[in-house]
């Protein structure tokens, strides 16, 4: 097992906690390891760190004003791409009225942030409405589709050859990031059971990012037993 070269210090005037009680007129800059795994430090400085006034270089800051593009396509897998590498690619996508079809990703769990909107998510594992501000995580494999019942506008971050996990808590306790007691799941209601007709489906499926095209004469969504993954 490996261990990092880790103790705790502190210089100069700072707060013996992160993220508060900020020695006055100071802003905090945190640097890590590994994002939010492993250990991490929080420096302050007198001006905020963001203050530069040049850059130069490949590593300039960028903003995406997403309000610019105009067709979005009419499945998640048309959505504008602003970010990627070999571990997460980065989508924005908008959507009016239902999809009329079923999507899959095989390249990894899919993260979708609701900026914007309301509706209803139908997947293998239910039905479960949604609305701006939520998160939903959806496993590889999982065949899904959205219904908007207001213009929705959403990130989707792909977690490519990978899952969705949470870092080791340690003493901060289980209720760290988000309380589980939050958590909403999918449902097996009348929605999604009306969703179970003998009418033709398409399922797109993502791989290796390239489509196939799955078509049924059915809809095949029934009940499910396991785990949520």
């Known amino acids: 097992m490996r261990n990092w070269i880790s103790f705790p210090r502190l210089e100069g005037e700072a707060s013996r906690q992160a993220h508060a009680d900020f020695p006055e007129g100071a802003y905090e800059r945190e640097m890590g390891k590994e994002g939010f795994f492993g250990p991490a430090?929080?420096?302050?400085?007198?001006?905020?760190?963001?203050?530069?006034?040049?850059?130069?270089?490949?590593?300039?800051?960028?903003?995406?004003?997403?309000?610019?593009?105009?067709?979005?396509?009419?499945?998640?897998?048309?959505?504008?791409?602003?970010?990627?590498?070999?571990?997460?690619?980065?989508?924005?996508?908008?959507?009016?009225?239902?999809m009329d079809h079923l999507v899959r990703n095989g390249d990894g769990d899919e993260l979708l942030f609701i900026h914007e909107g309301s509706g209803d998510l139908y997947c293998d594992f239910g039905h479960m409405p949604y609305r701006d501000g939520d998160y939903v995580v959806l496993p590889r494999g999982s065949m899904w589709r959205l219904d908007a019942q207001s213009s929705t506008r959403l990130m989707m971050v792909e977690a490519t050859n990978s899952s969705y996990q949470l870092p080791d808590k340690g003493l901060v306790g289980p209720h760290a990031i988000f309380d589980p007691a939050i958590l909403d799941t999918p449902r097996i209601d009348d929605a999604f059971k009306a969703q179970q007709t003998e009418d033709e489906w398409r399922v797109l499926v993502k791989r290796r990012n390239q489509l196939t095209t799955i078509t049924y004469p059915f809809n095949r969504w029934m009940p499910w037993v396991g785990k949520g993954i």
């Open 41 to 98: 430090a929080h420096l302050y400085h007198r001006h905020a760190p963001t203050d530069w006034v040049g850059f130069e270089g490949p590593l300039k800051p960028r903003a995406f004003d997403t309000n610019r593009f105009a067709d979005y396509g009419p499945s998640p897998w048309d959505a504008k791409k602003l970010l990627s590498n070999a571990h997460v690619a980065v989508r924005f996508w908008s959507l009016d009225g239902a």
